[in-house]
């Protein structure tokens, strides 16, 4: 069945890093834009970045751009999030997921996601 798979979340230390990753089966992922977005309790999900399938290029939410960073293998059929100088804010389950362009990911139109992973920032 397709399916994507999160993995790599865990607790971390205020300014610490994670990497996540998230692998797709079923079929390849190549052709999708692909995107990673969170759920806080009591908040809405928020996209937090995604990117292309063409040319690689990428977006960032304001609360994550310049600490995170999106990249994709495509022969390995995953994408990852690294997530650098982390902050409490940062909390939450992290998911990924595919969509025909960046832009319908943006506007929170997803086609599969995954289970999520939960990362936890400590004071």
């Known amino acids: 069945q397709v399916q994507l798979a999160e993995s790599g979340g865990g607790l971390v230390q205020v300014g610490g890093s994670l990497k996540l990753s998230c692998v797709g089966s079923?079929?390849?992922?190549?052709?999708?834009?692909m995107g990673w977005f969170r759920q806080a309790p009591g908040k809405s999900r928020e996209i937090i970045a995604t990117i292309e399938s063409t040319d690689g290029s990428t977006f960032y939410a304001a609360s994550v751009k310049g600490r995170f960073t999106i990249s994709r293998d495509n022969a390995k059929n995953t994408v990852y999030l690294q997530m650098n100088r982390l902050q409490p804010e940062d909390t939450a389950v992290y998911y990924c997921?595919?969509?025909?362009?960046?832009?319908?990911?943006?506007?929170?139109?997803?086609?599969?996601w995954g289970q999520g992973t939960r990362v936890t920032v400590s004071a």
């Open positions: 997921a595919n969509g025909d362009r960046q832009s319908a990911l943006l506007r929170g139109t997803l086609q599969y």
């Open positions: 079923g079929r390849t992922f190549a052709t999708d834009a």
